[in-house]
C-alpha cells in the first residue's frame, strides 16, 4: 500500500486473539521494523466493528476464541464479499483445522510456538506476501477486463474454449453472425459452438490447434495452413437456395504466464463476396479462353475503321489461314463483293445510327467469304458493338460460323421434318425436343393434348415453366443426362399432371461431343405406380407388424438331407426384437444355419419345428436354452412347403422372480435383523425369529395382532411415527421399548409403507436392530472424547499460548533494559502460574469417566467434606441413592471449596434433597452473599474466577456423564444456592 506521494506507508494490520499477553507481545514484534501498523482486539465480535468502520490491509487472527472463532470470523467475512489477506495464527495444529482454514479461504495457517523472533518472522513474511498477492490478483483482473472488452469488441467474430473444450469467450460480432447471444453459449461444451456453423456437433478448426500436421491432414479443413502456431483455413458452409457461405478462420492457443496452453481462441471472417469476387474473375477468363481458343466459331475484333485488331484461332480451321494472315487482310480480301455490299452497306446503317444516339443491337449476317485456297464458304455473322464503361462504342464484335451445309441442306431438312413430324405424332408417349437449359423446341401431337396447350403456348418456354414451376424439378432426368452425357431415366410423379411418370432423356450432341439437343420421353406409369404402391403399402405394414412386435420373432427354412430328413433349419428373417433378447445382429443371423448362430452340435428344437411343418399345426412350449442361459415359451407355426415361423418370449426375470422370492422368504427368516409386518392400523401380522428373540418371545402367536406402538416406551415416538408415515411415507431412527422380561432395549428402527402395484398403501413393514450395548459404547465412547478434546484444547491452545508469552518476553528482556525488565519478569511469573493451574486441572481431569458409574448413597458423599470448616446442616434420608462417575465425590469438594473461597460472611451450608415430577434435586445452601446474576452461568466455564476457574467447570463435567444437571439458582444478596438435578432413572429409595 503506498501514498499519493513517495513516502510508502505502512500496511495496516488487523491482529485478533483472546490472550491479552500474546497481543502485546505480537504488536511489539510486528511493529519493531516500521513497515506494518498494528491495531489489536481481543475477538472476532469486536473484529468485525473495527472493519466496518476502518481498513485494513490485512488480519492475523487466533482460531480457538470464545463466542465466534477464527474460522467463523473468516467465513463471515467471506461469506459478505469481503476478500482481504486473512491469516490464521494459533495453537491449533490439527490437520482437519489446517484443511478449513485454507478451504474457508485463509491465505496462510501459521502455528504458534517455537522461538518468537522466528516465528514472527515468518508472521511478517506471510502478510506481506499475502498482500502483494491479492494486489497482484487485483491488478490481473483488472488486466483479464480490459483484454476481454478488447476481444468483445472486435469486428471479426470471435470466440475461444478452455483446455475441456467449454466455451469461456463469445463476443458481439459472433453474436451477429449467429444470432446466438453470449449468455446462450458461454459455459457450453461438446462442440455446441459448431452447431450455427455445420448444424451438428464435430470438432472445427480451434479443436485442432494441438493437433499433429498428420493429423490435420485427416481433418474435415481442406487445405489447413500452420504459420507457427496459429492454423488457417477456409470453410463453406451450405445456405438456402443451393448457395454457400465461405469463411476464414484463424485459430491459435490460449498461454498463460507460464506457456502453458489452456485452451484455444477462433476468429472467422466472412469473405463470401470476395471469392464470388474471384470466382466471377476466373469465370470469366475460362469463358474468354473457351470462346477464343476452344470453340469452333471464330471471333474477331473490328475497329471503327473496319481493321481488324483480334482474330480467334479458330480461323484456320474455318478459313484455312494463320491468325497473323487474317489479320492482314481487309475486308475485300474476305468477303465476294456482293456480301461485301451488304457488310458494308450494314455496317454504315448501323454506325450512322451509333452516332444518332441510338445503341446498336444484335445484328446476324450470313455472308459468302473467300479462303485460303480461294474456295467460298457460307459463314453466319452475329455482330456486337463493344463499349467503353461510358457506353462509347470503341469496336466491333463479330462471332463467324460455317453454316454452308445448312444453307445446302435447306431443301433437304424441310423433307426430313415432315418425316420426323408424322413419326413424332404417331408416338402415343409425350415426345419433347428441348436444348440442355430445359427449352422447348416442340412436343408431338400426344403432347400438346395431354398438356392441354397449343404449339404457340409452349414452344420457346421451358419445360418446368410450363406446369407452373420457377425452376427444374429436383429430380430430372434431362439434367442428369446433360451432365452424364448419357440416357436417363427417372421415374416420378407429377402432382401438376396428377400423373405418375417414367421420364427418359436422351442428350444430342454436336459434332465436338457436346449436348445441342434432348429428346424426352414422358410415359404414363400412374396404373401401374398405384399397383405396386399397394403392393408396397402391404408388404410394409406386414413387416412393420413383424418388426415392431414386442416377443422376438422369426422365419426358418428346413434342411433337408439327401434321403429326406430334416436336419436342421436356416433363418430367413428375424425382427428388432430377436436381435434385442438373444442378442444376434441381423447381418449375422441371416441365411446362417441353427448350429452356426447357437454354436450348438444339435439344432434345438428341431423335432418339435419338424413336426410342425409335417403336420402343419403350431405348437407351444416352455423351455430352459442353456446356450443363452435363459428361459423361453415359444411358439412355432407353419407359413410354406418349407418354412416355419416362432415367436418366442424371454420369461427369464419371471423364473428369476419365482426363486429370488422364495429365497428372501428364508433370507427373512434367516436374517439378524429384526422384521415385522403390519397393517394399517400398526397391528402385527408376520414378525420373523430376529424380531421375536429381540423382545424375548418365543412363539409368534404372542405378538400376532399386537399393535406395534405399544412396544414402545414413549407414547411421542409412537405418533412421530405414525405422523411421518402418513407424511413421508416412510420414518427411520432410534426407540426404546422393554422386554418380555422388563429389561429396556434400545433399537434402530426403519419403517415404511408397502404398496400395491398401482400404488395403493396395503400394509407397513419395519426392520430394526438391538443397539442397546452399542448405545452405551456410544456414551462412554463420546464421554472420553469429549475430555480427550478438553485436554488437547488446554495442552496445545492455553498452554502454548502462555509458554509463547514466556519465550516472547524473554526475548525482548535480552533485548531491553531498565524498568521495563520488572514489568517483562512480572509478566512471565503470571504465565507460569496460569500454566501450573491448568496441569492441575489436567491431573484431576484424566481420571474422568475412566470408571464405570455406580449406585452411591448421597449422605455418603457429605461426610468427607463435614470437616468441621464449616457447620453442614443436613436433610437427608439414608436410603436415597443416585447413579453416578465414583467421581462425583470431587463435585461436593468443590461445592464446600468454592464456599469457603468465595461466600464471604458464610455461617453455615445446609443440604436437601426434594422429588421434582420423578426426578430428584439435592440442593446446596450458603448465607453468603451470593451470585450475581450476570455470573451465575459463566461460574461454570472453564478458567473463570480467582482461583484455578475449573473447580465447578470439572463438577458439570463430572455429572453430566450420568445425565445429571447442576445450575445457580439463589437471589443475590440472600446466599448461593446450587441445584444438582437426576434424571428419573438414575435416583432410587434403597
Known amino acids: 500500500m503506498t501514498s499519493t506521494g513517495s513516502e510508502a506507508q505502512p500496511l495496516s494490520v488487523l491482529y ?98 517455537g522461538d518468537p523472533k522466528s516465528q514472527f518472522a515468518e508472521l511478517i513474511n506471510m502478510i506481506h506476501a499475502a498482500v502483494a498477492h491479492k494486489n497482484a490478483e487485483k491488478f490481473a483482473k483488472e488486466t483479464e477486463k480490459r483484454l476481454y472488452d478488447i476481444i468483445q469488441f472486435l469486428p471479426d467474430p470471435t470466440f475461444a474454449i478452455d483446455s475441456n473444450g467449454i466455451v469461456i469467450i463469445w463476443n458481439q460480432a459472433i453474436e451477429e453472425m449467429t444470432g446466438i447471444s453470449a449468455k446462450e453459449m458461454i459455459g457450453k461444451g461438446n462442440y455446441e459452438y459448431s452447431l450455427p456453423f455445420y448444424g451438428e456437433r464435430r470438432p472445427i478448426l480451434i479443436d485442432l490447434v494441438s493437433k499433429s500436421d498428420e493429423e490435420l491432414l485427416q481433418s474435415k479443413y481442406a487445405p489447413v495452413r500452420r504459420e507457427g502456431d496459429v492454423l488457417i483455413a477456409e470453410t463453406s ?11 476464414a478462420c484463424r485459430a491459435s492457443p490460449l498461454y498463460t504466464e507460464s506457456g502453458d496452453v489452456v485452451g484455444a481462441i477462433e476468429t472467422i471472417r466472412d469473405i463470401t463476396e470476395q471469392k464470388e469476387a474471384e470466382k466471377a474473375v476466373q469465370k470469366s477468363e475460362r469463358l474468354y479462353r473457351l470462346i477464343t481458343e476452344n470453340m469452333t466459331e471464330t471471333i474477331s475484333i473490328l475497329d471503327l475503321s473496319l481493321r481488324f485488331t483480334y482474330v480467334s484461332p479458330s480461323v484456320e480451321s474455318l478459313r484455312g489461314l494463320t491468325v497473323q494472315e487474317a489479320m ?141 414451376r420457377s425452376s427444374p424439378c429436383e429430380l430430372c432426368a434431362t439434367s442428369q443426362a446433360v451432365g452424364s452425357k448419357k440416357q436417363e431415366t427417372v421415374e416420378r410423379y407429377i402432382p401438376e399432371l396428377g400423373m405418375f411418370m417414367e421420364c427418359t432423356s436422351n442428350p444430342v450432341p454436336d459434332e465436338n461431343g457436346e449436348i445441342e439437343l434432348v429428346i424426352e420421353v414422358l410415359h404414363d406409369i400412374t396404373e401401374r405406380k398405384e399397383a405396386e404402391d399397394a403392393l408396397l403399402e402391404s408388404q410394409q405394414k406386414f413387416k412393420s407388424l413383424f418388426m415392431n412386435m414386442i416377443e422376438g420373432s422369426a422365419l426358418h427354412e428346413l434342411i433337408y438331407s439327401e434321403d429326406g430328413r430334416p436336419i436342421d433349419y436356416r433363418i430367413i428373417e428375424i425382427n428388432a426384437a430377436f436381435e434385442r433378447v438373444l442378442g444376434v445382429r441381423w447381418k449375422d443371423a441371416i441365411g446362417k444355419t441353427s448350429r452356426e448362430i447357437y454354436n450348438v452340435n444339435d439344432p434345438p428344437y428341431l423335432e418339435e419345428y419338424a413336426g410342425v411343418v409335417q403336420s402343419g399345426e403350431p405348437v407351444v412350449f416352455e423351455t430352459y436354452f442353456q446356450p443363452m442361459k435363459k428361459h423361453f415359451i415359444i411358439s412355432a407355426y407353419k407359413t410354406d412347403e418349407k418354412r416355419f415361423a416362432t415367436i418366442f418370449e424371454d420369461i427369464t426375470e419371471q423364473k428369476l422372480a419365482v426363486e429370488e422370492l422364495l429365497l428372501k422368504d428364508a433370507s427373512i427368516d434367516a436374517s439378524l435383523n429384526g422384521l415385522a409386518i403390519t397393517d394399517l392400523s400398526g397391528d402385527i401380522t408376520y414378525a420373523n425369529p430376529a424380531f421375536l428373540s429381540m423382545w424375548g418371545v418365543s412363539d409368534i402367536n404372542e405378538v400376532l395382532g399386537e399393535s406395534i406402538p405399544s412396544l414402545w416406551t414413549a407414547e411421542a415416538i409412537g405418533r412421530e411415527i405414525a405422523d411421518s408415515i402418513q407424511k413421508n411415507g416412510s420414518w427411520s431412527g432410534e426407540v426404546q421399548g422393554t422386554r418380555k422380561d422388563g429389561s429396556e432395549i434400545i433399537l434402530e428402527l426403519a419403517t415404511s409403507l408397502v404398496r400395491d402395484p398401482s400404488g395403493a398403501p396395503i400394509a407397513m413393514m419395519g426392520s430394526c436392530i438391538d443397539i442397546t450395548d452399542r448405545k452405551k459404547e456410544e456414551k462412554a465412547l463420546q464421554s472420553a472424547n469429549k475430555k480427550l478434546q478438553i485436554l488437547s484444547s488446554v495442552t496445545r491452545h492455553d498452554i502454548l499460548n502462555k509458554i509463547m508469552v514466556i519465550d516472547g518476553y524473554i526475548w525482548l528482556k535480552r533485548e531491553k533494559e531498565g524498568d521495563q525488565q520488572d514489568m517483562y519478569l512480572a509478566d512471565i511469573e503470571k504465565a507460569v502460574k496460569s500454566i501450573e493451574r491448568q496441569i492441575e486441572f489436567t491431573r484431576q481431569y484424566e481420571n474422568l469417566g475412566m470408571q464405570a458409574p455406580v449406585w452411591i448413597p448421597v449422605r455418603d458423599l457429605i461426610e468427607p467434606i463435614d470437616d468441621g470448616r464449616l457447620p453442614i446442616i443436613r436433610h437427608l434420608s439414608d436410603e436415597t441413592t443416585v447413579f453416578a462417575d465414583p467421581m462425583i465425590e470431587r463435585v461436593f469438594e468443590n461445592l464446600m471449596e468454592n464456599t469457603l473461597r468465595h461466600a464471604e460472611g458464610a455461617s453455615r451450608v445446609e443440604i436437601r434433597c426434594e422429588e421434582r415430577d420423578g426426578q430428584l434435586a439435592i440442593i446446596w445452601e450458603d448465607d453468603g452473599p451470593g451470585v450475581p446474576d450476570e455470573q451465575k452461568e459463566r461460574i461454570f466455564e472453564r478458567g473463570f474466577g480467582k482461583h484455578t476457574g475449573f473447580g465447578l467447570f470439572l463438577s458439570r463435567e463430572i455429572l453430566a456423564i450420568t445425565g445429571i444437571t447442576i445450575a445457580e439458582t439463589g437471589e443475590y444478596g440472600e446466599g448461593a444456592r446450587f441445584e444438582i438435578l437426576v434424571p428419573e432413572g438414575a435416583w432410587r429409595e434403597r
Not at 404457340?456 to 418456354?461: M, N, S
Request: charged share 25%.
Open 237 to 247: 458452409l451450405p445456405r438456402p437456395l443451393g448457395r454457400y457461405t465461405v469463411l
Open 328 to 468: 492482314n487482310q481487309s475486308l475485300d480480301s474476305v468477303l465476294v463483293p456482293e456480301s461485301l455490299a451488304i457488310a458494308m452497306r450494314t455496317f454504315q446503317e448501323e454506325l450512322e445510327r451509333e452516332a444518332a444516339g441510338e445503341p446498336v443491337g444484335v445484328v446476324s449476317l450470313d455472308l459468302e467469304t473467300y479462303r485460303k485456297d480461294g474456295s467460298t464458304i457460307w459463314i453466319n455473322n452475329t455482330i456486337t458493338v463493344l463499349r467503353d464503361s461510358g457506353g462509347t462504342a470503341t469496336a466491333i464484335l463479330i462471332v463467324s460460323r460455317d453454316v454452308t451445309e445448312r444453307r445446302r441442306a435447306g431443301l433437304e431438312g424441310k423433307m426430313t421434318k415432315r418425316l420426323l413430324e408424322a413419326m413424332l405424332d404417331g408416338i402415343p408417349d409425350i415426345v419433347g425436343l428441348q436444348l440442355p437449359d430445359h427449352t422447348i423446341l416442340r412436343y408431338n401431337k400426344t403432347g400438346y393434348e395431354m398438356l392441354g396447350l397449343k404449339p404457340e403456348e409452349i414452344d420457346g418456354r421451358r419445360c418446368y415453366e410450363i406446369i407452373g
Open 16 to 113: 485478533v486473539d483472546d490472550e491479552p499477553a500474546l497481543l502485546d507481545i505480537g504488536q511489539l514484534f510486528l511493529e519493531r521494523t516500521g513497515d506494518i501498523a498494528v491495531t489489536t482486539t481481543g475477538g472476532a465480535e469486536e473484529g468485525l466493528r473495527l472493519i466496518a468502520d476502518h481498513r485494513f490491509d490485512a488480519i492475523v487472527s487466533d482460531y480457538q476464541m470464545p463466542g465466534m472463532n477464527g474460522i467463523a470470523f473468516l467465513k463471515h467475512l467471506r461469506q459478505s464479499g469481503n476478500t482481504i489477506p486473512f491469516i490464521i495464527f494459533t495453537g491449533k495444529g490439527r490437520e482437519d483445522v489446517v484443511i478449513e482454514a485454507l478451504n474457508s479461504g485463509a491465505d496462510f495457517y501459521l502455528q504458534k510456538g
